[in-house]
């Protein structure tokens, strides 16, 4: 057991979890910033992000207000404006900063001007990219501006168990004022099995998502919706959980693959068009914006027509389209078709919808503030209010962006009037022994992502929810006296995590009695005049 001090606790490196240690480091030069990822420092969410990060850019065709009512149009109700106008209001600005540490954003031919695209949900072209590797192109801009910062300590293959609270205090203190405070977080150091006590003046969560709940997924093994589970354990506020974001066009591989190869909706944007396996387009049966609909409508007409058909796919349709174009603009892209032995040129891509993003989690204010004190949150494991019921198409590397530096600028003349706490008790692994079991780990895995994937997917029902919930109940039985009675593990410690937010996103879902955005449920087909977010 090991004890570290810190001033600053970030859990995470993507695209929230480094902006925002960047920007502490300068705020806060004389103090030291901790952040831990439970991989390697480029591993997140962020890395497979393709499409791009939407910004007001071409203010003579665009504005603030047609992004914001794109957004809202697409939030189908739910979305926060004052939250919306923010993070479209400030957004240009994040873009611009991270331009100047060194990001590249591709531009127009023979031009200086950024080549802006458009997708689906979106009345104007505002999506900056690279290519279709525009994720991994801000990643590695941020990780060589965090390394110039000298008071920013990365620290690789550390998983965070659990956040410190008073709860861990036991009677050792009596709190005078009411409510939860955070004071770190206890992490399990994978390369030598220690499980360090980590104290931190202020912590900060940018955990990312949590898409591994699923059988089918385009983020990575990592996203397994640790920070939502840790906050929710410490009774933090979480929200709207059931507006779970499937993307539409994940690459159908027969073999398999986990996380599922994105298509990015950029291609939609680029004039491929959805089509069944006979070559026939069926969007216009769904809604006017054809192919160019909102991510929501588009899975659930693809869902629909397999269904309907009895198929494992659809088809997407990009042979009409510029070759040339088509390379420049997606290499990676065509060569993992081509891998598979498809050429997007002479063959239709096959497709299928695939869990992508998590529209709710950890409730903060447009500061960041968690309902704990001491503990703010940003990225994807939080709910801001920008989504709404379906996130449009390239806001959340924006999102990231806004609320990191937010965060980072509220704790200017806070953070120095809060202390380490004292008195916080080393991890307690008494009575434990190594497992010796792990089947019983990888099959409840597999269990699990087969209880939400066929329960809790895209379309859900009364049914399916109570089953899910009671299958979900007996899962998380089995998996609390596994964790009772072993010895940590990540593998036990990421099921522990995902059981937590398989019942966040059941729960959730069967409160919401009506269909709206990303949750559609057979039994209340229609919407109710206002329904607001489910908070647990």
């Known amino acids: 057991m090991t004890r570290t001090k810190t001033d600053i606790l970030v859990l995470g490196s993507g695209i929230a979890g480094l902006t925002f240690a960047i920007k502490a480091s300068r705020l806060f030069p004389d103090r030291q910033i901790l952040?831990?990822?439970?991989?390697?420092?480029?591993?997140?969410?962020?890395?497979?992000?393709?499409?791009?990060?939407?910004?007001?850019?071409?203010?003579?065709?665009?504005?603030?207000?047609?992004?914001?009512?794109?957004?809202?149009?697409?939030?189908?109700?739910?979305?926060?404006?004052?939250?919306?106008?923010?993070?479209?209001e400030e957004g240009p600005e994040r873009v611009r900063e991270i331009i100047g540490w060194g990001a590249h954003f591709d531009k127009e031919k023979g031009s200086t001007e950024y080549d802006l695209a458009r997708e689906g949900g979106h009345s104007e072209q505002r999506i900056l990219h690279y290519k279709d590797l525009t994720g991994w192109e801000m990643q590695r801009t941020l990780m060589e501006e965090a390394k110039k910062c000298p008071n920013i300590t990365v620290s690789e293959h550390c998983f965070a168990l659990d956040l410190i609270t008073q709860h861990h205090l036991g009677r050792m203190v009596i709190r005078v004022t009411p409510g939860i405070e955070c004071y770190g977080c206890y992490a399990l150091n994978k390369q030598n099995g220690d499980i360090d006590?980590?104290?931190?003046?202020?912590?900060?969560?940018?955990?990312?998502?949590?898409?591994?709940?699923?059988?089918?997924?385009?983020?990575?093994?990592?996203?397994?919706?640790?920070?939502?589970?840790?906050?929710?354990?410490?009774?933090?506020?979480?929200?709207?959980?059931?507006?779970?974001?499937?993307?539409?066009?994940?690459?159908?591989?027969?073999?398999?693959?986990?996380?599922?190869?994105?298509?990015?909706?950029?291609?939609?944007?680029?004039?491929?068009?959805?089509?069944?396996?006979?070559?026939?387009?069926?969007?216009?049966?769904?809604?006017?914006?054809?192919?160019?609909?909102?991510?929501?409508?588009?899975?659930?007409?693809?869902?629909?027509?397999?269904?309907?058909?009895?198929?494992?796919?659809?088809?997407?349709?990009?042979?009409?389209?510029?070759?040339?174009?088509?390379?420049?603009?997606?290499?990676?892209?065509?060569?993992k078709c081509k891998s598979i032995g498809i050429d997007p040129m002479e063959n239709m891509i096959p497709i299928v919808p695939a869990c992508h993003y998590t529209c709710g989690g950890v409730l903060v204010d447009e500061y960041g503030h968690t309902s704990i004190h001491r503990l703010y949150a940003a990225g994807e494991c939080t709910s801001t209010g920008l989504h709404g019921a379906n996130r449009l198409a390239s806001n959340s590397l924006l999102e990231g962006m806004v609320f990191a530096h937010r965060v980072a600028h509220d704790l200017v003349g806070k953070l120095d009037a809060w202390e380490l706490q004292e008195g916080i008790p080393d991890w307690n692994a008494e009575g434990t022994t190594d497992p010796q079991e792990m089947v019983l780990i990888t099959q409840g895995l597999k269990e699990l992502r087969e209880i939400m994937s066929y329960y809790v997917g895209i379309v859900r029902s009364n049914v399916r929810l109570k089953r899910a919930l009671d299958r979900l109940f007996l899962l998380y039985q089995e998996t609390e006296e596994l964790y009772k009675t072993t010895t940590i593990s990540p593998q036990l410690m990421e099921l522990r995590n995902l059981i937590t937010v398989a019942y966040l996103i059941t729960r959730s879902a069967s409160h919401r009695r009506e269909s709206r955005g990303l949750h559609y449920t057979t039994d209340y087909p229609e919407q109710l005049p206002f329904v607001e977010y489910s908070v647990l």
């Open 35 to 88: 952040v831990l990822t439970k991989t390697v420092e480029g591993e997140s969410n962020t890395r497979y992000a393709q499409g791009g990060v939407a910004a007001v850019w071409d203010l003579e065709k665009d504005n603030f207000e047609k992004h914001i009512a794109d957004t809202l149009d697409a939030g189908d109700g739910l979305c926060k404006t004052d939250i919306v106008r923010i993070v479209v």
């Open 197 to 335: 006590t980590i104290l931190a003046r202020v912590t900060v969560l940018c955990t990312g998502g949590a898409g591994q709940v699923y059988k089918s997924t385009t983020n990575p093994v990592i996203a397994t919706g640790d920070g939502v589970a840790m906050a929710y354990r410490a009774k933090g506020r979480v929200e709207g959980m059931e507006f779970i974001q499937f993307h539409p066009t994940s690459l159908y591989n027969p073999a398999g693959d986990n996380p599922s190869f994105l298509v990015s909706e950029a291609v939609r944007g680029f004039g491929g068009i959805l089509k069944t396996a006979e070559g026939e387009e069926f969007m216009q049966h769904y809604d006017p914006r054809l192919s160019l609909a909102p991510r929501d409508i588009v899975a659930r007409a693809i869902d629909s027509e397999m269904k309907k058909r009895g198929t494992e796919c659809m088809y997407l349709d990009c042979r009409h389209l510029n070759k040339e174009d088509f390379l420049a603009h997606f290499p990676t892209i065509y060569e």
